[in-house]
């Protein structure tokens, strides 16, 4: 996960468009009837394409849990980070949820069917966990729950979200794949990495095999570099060790954009060396 800037709402979205406010007004009226508090609202807005095509552009098609690039198999879940029509607190399901924030711009956010879903994984012969976000929403001890549009302002989320939080005071990654919360300097594991990492599923053992294997290819580009530095080093004056050095370095650099996958887990593995340069 990285940090993401979201960018402004589609036109289409804005509070002042018709649609939007009736689909808003509509849902209001229909949660103040007690007889709907454990029905859920038919929303439609954040379904609709040009909602999908603008947050696909802010993550460049990659979901904003993972990092993996969905849309080569898929099409993209749009991910309410407060869910709209259930929460789960304290292992029971309660209705309603966060209706009044479901084609709110800054409560959408891509996801993968892995990180959005609940399934099952086997972690070992005799382990096997269920993990993905569903309906989960977990808040800071003594937080208070929202019930109604503006008290969320309030709310002290567990989650990371990568348009709010920086992940990588949170989330920290090794060169095997594997994602573990950052500790203090009193060796406290980030409480919100720790919840993140269950509830989006970022442990997955798929996951963890693919960044694993990303890693492999920017520790190889890491040797490459140095390689190609030690000739810039002992024939500084020929044109074609500089040249290979410059190319080999972009090579490694591109792993970190935020158009790649991983980049995160690829920032982590390369900030020192290339600080060294």
């Known amino acids: 996960m990285i940090k993401v800037k979201r960018g402004?709402?589609?036109?289409?979205?804005?509070n002042r468009t018709l649609t939007v406010k009736t689909e808003r007004e509509l849902a209001l009226r229909f949660h103040k009837m007690k007889a709907n508090l454990k029905k859920e609202f038919p929303f439609q807005i954040y379904r609709e394409q040009y909602v999908k095509s603008a947050i696909e552009r802010a993550f460049h098609k990659k979901c904003a849990y993972c990092e993996t690039r969905y849309i080569v198999a898929q099409p993209v879940d749009v991910e309410h980070f407060r869910p709209k029509g259930a929460v789960i607190v304290e292992g029971k399901t309660k209705k309603p949820a966060y209706y009044w924030l479901a084609s709110e711009w800054t409560n959408l956010l891509p996801s993968c069917i892995r990180c959005n879903r609940a399934n099952k994984y086997k972690i070992s012969k005799k382990k096997t966990v269920t993990m993905g976000k569903k309906n989960f929403f977990p808040l800071d001890a003594g937080s208070p729950r929202a019930t109604k549009p503006g008290d969320e302002k309030k709310e002290k989320p567990l989650l990371l979200n990568p348009c709010i939080d920086d992940p990588r005071k949170h989330l920290e990654f090794t060169s095997d794949g594997i994602v573990r919360p950052v500790e203090n300097k009193r060796g406290q594991a980030s409480q919100k990495g720790t919840e993140s990492i269950f509830i989006y599923a970022l442990s997955r053992p798929d996951l963890v095999q693919e960044r694993a294997e990303r890693a492999k290819q920017i520790l190889a580009q890491i040797e490459r570099v140095k390689e190609a530095s030690l000739n810039v080093r002992d024939y500084p004056g020929l044109a074609r060790f500089k040249n290979a050095l410059r190319r080999e370095l972009k090579v490694l650099k591109d792993f970190r954009?935020?158009?790649?996958?991983y980049a995160a887990l690829a920032r982590q593995?390369?900030?020192e060396f290339l600080k060294s340069l």
């Open 8 to 14: 402004r709402a589609p036109r289409e979205l804005s």
């Open 257 to 261: 954009k935020p158009t790649m996958e």
């Open 269 to 271: 593995l390369t900030d």
